[in-house]
């Protein structure tokens, strides 16, 4: 009877702790989803969510004081889901951005929200001279895509020619936007990165230059 009243007391509770990490844990799992955090180091999970899920709310009481956000009121369920999915969403986007690292760059923090080198480095439209585990053959080609959430990264290279150290052609697709090669970071010995127009400056970078004139 003692266990019946306990399981029974557990579920009238149910709704009162799903309203209590509820929004934090959509805020915390879209931040991790799009700024491609790894899920399985994330600890405290549920205490982070109870503290951010306090935090929406109060939040989200004053911005529904607001004459054009009072809409917030109307259904509190559904207008708090999806403002914790979207500032989710918008700060993931702005901590994970070039914009921010350079920010951090540039404050002298030595801090950085990538969580390996590739991710900083290897950008699209970078062009990479690859120097693979045989000694013989490097890849010369532009980056179409590449792998960001991992420490080895899968790189497409197009319009790419394979040229030994000699700097001889052995095969010349660089005129060709069908062809393509993809290489694995575990079979680099060295690479060479050039940052040419086509790897377009964060908004920051740019924003700076044109104050500097």
Known sequence: MIIITWVTDLIEQLPLLIENIMYGFIFIFTYRWISHKDYQTS???LIQSIIANYLLINFYVYLSKFRYLRFLNYNTLVS???MSFLFGLICGRIIYSE???EILRDLHLGRDTRDN???TVIKNGTWLRVFTNDPDITYLGCVDNHEDKTSDPKIILKRYQIVNL???VIADHSQNDNECVVI?????DRIEVIYTS???PCLYVRIKKWLKG
């Open 117 to 119: 080198i590739w991710q």
């Open 43 to 45: 600890k405290y999970v």
């Open 166 to 168: 000699n700097g001889d």
């Open 184 to 188: 694995s970071a575990k079979s680099f």
């Open 80 to 82: 708090y889901i999806i």
């Open 99 to 101: 914009s921010y690292n």
């Open 198 to 200: 086509s790897a377009k």
